[in-house]
């Protein structure tokens, strides 16, 4: 069996990746141990100081490989709204906060509103990057979701700007879906099945 660290404590993370292999590929599946950092002892909060979703992924993974010599992989995600530039991209969890600590959905959420009154573009769209360091190779997994940001608040499920978001092609906010509709479309899903398509290819 093959371990392989998916540089997180997110549990609900780390469940969804062990069910979507499991899910390509019963039999393949047994192949893989997917650990979280705490599984290896990691309490470290590795720093996230790269100027791209791509960059801080990496940073995640390369923290993992170069202290425990395991393979290994991280996710970055973010919102990237058009007119204002892509922002807050690497910044959305802490757009809102002037110091860059705290994580307050409310906050954030409140800060894109006020920064897009009275712009007509609201066009926005999620972005997830995926870096797998394995078996020597890098690669990475991109998953997009296109939308666009609403005038006000809906829904209460999820998290992050999911209240403020629609998917395009659809009349609900992200916060309005179950976990499982949204999973199917998000930039998130679209990554994780990428890499497990990859990963169930890599023993085939
Ligand atoms: P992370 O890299 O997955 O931790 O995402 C960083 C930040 O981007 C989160 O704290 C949220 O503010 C925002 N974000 C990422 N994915 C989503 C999503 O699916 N819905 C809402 N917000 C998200």
């Not at 997830?128 to 666009?148: A, N, P, S, Y």
């Amino acid at each position: 069996m093959k371990k392989i660290v998916f540089a997180t404590n997110n549990r609900h993370k780390i469940e969804e990746v062990r069910g979507l292999l499991k899910k390509a590929s019963p039999v393949l599946s047994e192949e893989f141990e997917i650990l979280s950092l705490a599984d290896i002892g990691c309490t470290e909060d590795i720093p996230e100081t790269g100027s791209t979703f791509a960059e801080n992924a990496f940073l995640k993974a390369e923290y993992v490989k170069v202290h425990y010599d395991m393979d290994c992989f991280a996710d970055d995600s973010g919102l990237e709204v058009r007119a204002l530039g892509m922002e807050p991209g690497v910044r959305s969890a802490r757009y809102a906060d002037v110091l860059g600590r705290t994580h307050d959905s409310e906050a954030n959420m409140d800060k894109l509103l006020q920064n897009l009154q009275n712009v007509r573009d609201r066009q926005a769209q999620f972005r997830t990057v995926i870096v797998l360091l394995m078996d020597g190779k890098k690669e990475e997994f991109e998953g997009i979701c296109r939308g666009e940001i609403m005038q006000e608040r809906s829904g209460k499920e999820g998290f992050g700007y999911d209240p403020i978001f629609r998917p395009e092609g659809h009349t609900v906010t992200f916060a309005e879906m179950t976990m499982e509709a949204k999973n199917q479309i998000s930039h998130r899903g679209q990554a994780v099945r990428k890499l497990v398509d990859y990963l169930i290819q890599s023993v085939k």
